[in-house]
């Protein structure tokens, strides 16, 4: 199965760059949020989460930030590969999606 | 490999036709979810399962009806759908229900109705 046709938002960036993807979240209580990537042919897979006490966690090339203030969540790839296009999809821990972000990366 | 596996992965269906898509889990979950990805809403929760029970039915016509035999099985029965039900159907498992920390997604059934 794949995403195509939906209508996404599309960040495109070069190789060796550094990305950054924004989600909008709405619900002010909730405590957990997850991001996943979406590859052409799969399902959503799971990167990094965090919860609402901490403000930043990093993982292995992925940061996520989270900003309660203003509901924003971002999640940040340093030295974006081929590997890395796919859609991405910020979650509540209520199993709710957000729109997703198409990643393009340019060899 | 996510241990959720779903069949078939591409399914063509009349309006008429009754059919099923099959969703399996390896993982020894208690919870699984049934998704619909379309061009119109990226990812919509359909139907909840915990411990083969139904705990939430997000609004969805019954022409879609689910099936939850144990813990490791979900069906979603299909009948009588619409062109607009063209979409990629996606299953998924939790250790337990929502809330929830993460959920393990199959690849998903790509839907067509014609």
């Known amino acids: 199965g794949e995403s195509v046709g939906l209508h996404l938002p599309t960040l495109s960036v070069q190789e060796g760059d550094n990305s950054i993807i924004n989600c909008a979240y709405s619900?002010?209580?909730?405590?957990?949020f997850i991001w996943y990537k979406q590859e052409s042919g799969k399902g959503p897979q799971f990167i990094i989460d965090i919860r609402s006490n901490m403000d930043k966690r990093q993982g292995q090339r992925v940061t996520v930030l989270l900003n309660k203030t203003v509901k924003h969540l971002s999640l940040q790839i340093a030295a974006t590969q081929p590997g890395d296009s796919a859609v991405y999809f910020c979650a509540e821990n209520n199993g709710v999606f957000g729109k997703g972000t198409r990643l393009s990366v340019i060899a | 490999e996510t241990g959720v596996t779903q069949t078939p992965r591409h399914l063509v269906m009349g309006m008429t036709n009754k059919k099923s898509l099959k969703c399996e889990q390896h993982l020894g979950h208690n919870a699984m979810y049934w998704y619909k990805q379309s061009a119109k809403k990226p990812l919509e929760l359909m139907f909840v399962y915990n411990f083969k029970e139904q705990t939430e039915n997000n609004s969805v016509p019954s022409r879609f009806s689910p099936e939850c035999p144990n813990s490791s099985h979900l069906f979603l029965h299909l009948h009588t759908l619409q062109p607009e039900d063209s979409a990629l159907y996606l299953c998924?498992?939790?250790?337990?229900?929502?809330?929830?920390?993460?959920?393990?997604f199959g690849s998903g059934t790509q839907l067509s109705v014609l």
């Open positions: 998924a498992s939790s250790q337990d229900r929502l809330p929830v920390e993460k959920l393990f």
């Open positions: 619900n002010s209580a909730s405590d957990y």
